[in-house]
């Protein structure tokens, strides 16, 4: 049987929804609490990685874990950069925060540029650590002949 | 040009992004999109290499803020020449790499981890903080580890773990040197830690901090007591590779790194300090003369080259522990025909490792240069450029060095430094003797695609040019660069003169 | 200082452990080890007796502040030692499977 037990299956199924919202919660208010891209985008990596362990993986679905997830690390980063470059082209200086004055201290909706380059963290490092763990655990079908 | 110290670094990085979503779609476009991004790099360090206004340094304050609070670039004269220098060889390489590749698979990694590596080669050289210079360090280092491990090959990936654990143990070195700094002084910017060095009293933890710094760089610029990584880990990378660790990597890394910290952060000069210029001075003699005479016994082709990279760094810090005017131009003209010197023979090499797949000396037969002239000849003109033959550019760094220790008055490490270009040219001419001389050569072997010899003679082309030229670019582009390393802590001033209002 | 000391001692227990051992993963994890001691280092030299966290809602003047750099360095450290483990844990992991074993010696075909 491909995977862990029935119990595994079951709680995962059960905890990996709200693992991935609690990731997007600590990458979504970053720029409020402790925590941010580099903290969420692990914890959500972590529910992939939880559901790839409990429910097992064929050497195709690693391949295409392993495409997908350097596609989305490449987006991430790319992302941040167009952040830090749109400060260049608008506000003349990289990386400046384009509107640091928007919505009110303390609030979801404030901090200007910070909570986007958050978001893009976010994605590039959970595509980062669910790609190392890909690699990892896939040099087991490339040497298995 | 206020915006190009940003642009060095968002070009090849947004380059290093972007390879691995276009690459998918078709596999030439890595080399397309790497191809553009090193060509515009090269042009706008060429650019600030040569209009560059000296004394008044580029100070690139990220998001505004000024320049205690923020983290600043400062690119000056020094930075701008090792820009060029970087950028020069990083460009060549990528040329000769289009076909070399060809024998490997994943040539979308290779283009990713070799932008990455040029992002943070790029980074250390430009920036003006301290801890920000740990991170492009970092960067540049961990894409060299993977770099260095491509063939995936027992050997390569021995060679890469080596390589990494005594990497790591100097980068880890520097992190702690960098938190004492911090502790004491409570800033990262490298020219308000001048100033607080400059009112500090000296006590012996001050000292433990610079001789953890010197010890991490001196393991990244593979000086004699720390080199063995060295040999193993350039021959196990691609030829492409291995030219750029051996031509710019270790200087940009070790050299550059260690000068910047030595003469413009602790302002030690060669009046006021003595000891630590006599330490450089030793740490450099000592390379020379090991490394040339195990560089006399080896087999390997890449070996041989790695050994005498390490002897070619030793002339550089050499000159940099005599610390006077002369010795260094000579250094900093050195580190550029060094970098194009021996950059140019670790192409030779892949361009006969791709057509003959062999390394070992004393396998051949001779007679190579018959059937590869090209790439004979290339390598025969880079090692008199190496040993410091004239015309060469390579004769004009090492006259240098010379002159300015024989004008210090040290006798001995000026007629070692004679008598190892000798040596320098015997083991480099062991190659030619074996591999390209001769009659009878292996059967069936072709000169190899027009791109690696169009990178090989370009490079041969600017050793000339640069000993045909070198009283041309002395006053324009080496003077200026030695220039802010004499000033010392001048640069702190100049720094916080431009970048301070903000 | 005697945290000072601590750090250093941690430090010198990971180049022990890299110097001395010769199954790879130890040495791997003599890294962590080296890594941790630094990033102590980074954390105590931000602490101040008796401080307040640094976000100023409302600023008061005269209080102390800890220091929230360092923080953000050791992130910066951290991430970084991410890296630095994972590729030299992947490293190892393709060793393995070329050789058969974590063993240093048994691996050694380089002359160094």
């Known amino acids: 049987m491909k995977g862990m037990t029935p119990i595994v299956k079951v709680v995962a199924r059960i905890v990996g929804g709200f693992i991935f919202i609690y990731g997007c919660y600590i990458v979504l208010y970053g720029h409020l609490s402790p925590g941010g891209g580099f903290a969420g985008g692990a914890i959500i990596a972590a529910c992939f990685i939880l559901s790839r362990l409990a429910f097992g993986t064929t050497a195709s679905q690693e391949k295409s874990a392993s495409i997908s997830s350097s596609i989305f690390e490449s987006t991430g980063g790319l992302l941040f950069l167009l952040i830090a470059l749109l400060g260049l082209f608008v506000g ?3 990386f400046i925060n384009l509107f640091p004055s928007f919505g009110t201290p303390g609030r979801l909706v404030s901090a200007g540029s910070i909570p986007f380059s958050n978001i893009a963290i976010g994605i590039k490092v959970a595509a980062a650590i669910l790609s190392i763990f890909v690699v990892l655990a896939s040099t087991k079908y490339i040497f298995k002949e | 040009m206020e915006i190009f110290p940003v642009l060095l670094i968002a070009i090849p990085l947004g380059g290093a992004f972007l ?62 020449f090792m820009l060029l220098v970087v950028s020069i060889l990083v460009f060549f390489s990528y040329i000769f790499a289009i076909r070399y590749m060809d024998h490997f698979t994943g040539s979308g990694k290779f283009y990713t981890l070799y932008l990455l590596m040029l992002v943070g080669m790029n980074g250390v050289v430009m920036t003006g903080d301290l801890f920000n210079m740990f991170v492009f360090i970092e960067i540049a280092s961990i894409s060299s580890y993977a770099l260095v491990a491509f063939g995936t090959e027992a050997e390569e990936l021995e060679a890469g773990f080596k390589y990494m654990v005594m990497g790591e143990i100097a980068s880890m070195m520097i992190l702690l040197a960098i938190a004492f700094i911090y502790a004491a002084t409570s800033t990262l910017n490298l020219a308000d830690i001048s100033r607080s060095f400059a009112a500090m009293d000296k006590t012996p933890g001050f000292w433990f901090v610079l001789i953890l710094l010197m010890s991490g760089f001196s393991i990244k610029a593979a000086l004699v007591p720390f080199h063995s990584w060295l040999p193993d880990a350039h021959p196990s990378a691609p030829a492409p590779i291995s030219a750029l660790l051996s031509g710019v990597f270790i200087k940009v890394l070790g050299v550059y790194a260690m000068a910047r910290i030595l003469f413009n952060v602790y302002g030690v000069s060669r009046a006021s300090y003595p000891a630590v210029f006599n330490a450089l001075l030793i740490l450099g003699l000592a390379s020379i003369i090991i490394a040339s005479l195990l560089a006399l016994y080896q087999k390997d082709y890449k070996r041989l080259l790695a050994y005498s990279s390490i002897s070619q760094i030793g002339y550089i810090v050499l000159a940099l522990g005599i610390g006077n005017e002369f010795a260094l131009i000579g250094a900093l003209a050195h580190i550029l025909s060094h970098s194009l010197g021996k950059g140019l023979l670790f192409l030779t090499s892949g361009s006969v490792v791709y057509r003959v797949g062999e390394r070992d000396i004393t396998k051949f037969t001779g007679g190579l240069g018959k059937q590869m002239p090209w790439t004979s000849l290339s390598y025969n003109l880079g090692a008199l450029s190496v040993a410091g033959m004239p015309p060469f550019l390579g004769f004009f760094s090492k006259l240098f060095i010379i002159l300015g220790a024989v004008k210090a008055g040290f ?31 292996i059967k069936g072997i072709k000169e190899s695609p027009f791109v690696m010899v169009f990178a090989m003679v370009s490079l041969v082309v600017l050793l000339v040019a640069g000993g045909a030229f070198f009283f041309w670019l002395k006053p324009h582009l080496l003077q200026p660069a030695a220039d802010v390393l004499l000033k010392g802590t001048e640069y702190a001033e100049i720094v916080f003169r431009i970048g301070a209002g903000g | 200082m005697i945290i000072l000391v601590a750090s250093l001692i941690l430090f010198l227990v990971g180049l022990y452990a890299i110097i001395t051992k010769r199954n790879m993963i130890k040495v791997a994890v003599g890294f962590s080890l080296i890594e941790y001691s630094v990033n102590f280092l980074f954390a105590i030299v931000g602490f101040r007796p008796g401080a307040l966290p640094p976000i100023l809602q409302a600023v ?17 450290a951290i991430v970084i030692g991410l890296g630095v483990t994972a590729f030299m844990l992947s490293l190892i992991l393709r060793l393995y499977n070329r050789i058969g074993s974590f063993d240093l010696e048994e691996i050694q075909r380089l002359k160094g």
Request: charged share 10%; hydrophobic share 55%; net charge positive.
């Open chain 1, 92 to 94: 003349g200086y990289f």
């Open chain 2, 19 to 80: 390879i691995p979503i276009l690459y998918k779609a078709w596999n030439r476009l890595a080399e397309i999109v790497a191809g553009l991004c090193l060509a515009a790099v090269l042009a706008l360090s060429i650019y600030l290499a040569f209009f560059l206004v000296p004394g008044k340094p580029l100070v690139y304050l990220f998001g505004n803020w000024p320049v205690p609070l923020g983290i600043a670039f400062t690119v000056d004269r020094l930075s701008s």
């Open chain 2, 411 to 441: 006798i001995v490490p000026a007629v070692v430094a004679g008598l190892f270009a000798v040596v320098t040219l015997g083991y480099l001419l062991k190659i030619t003797n074996k591999v390209f001389w001769g009659k009878e050569g």
């Open chain 3, 60 to 76: 008061e003047v005269g209080k102390v502040y800890s220091d929230p750099l360092p923080q953000a360095l050791v992130l910066t």
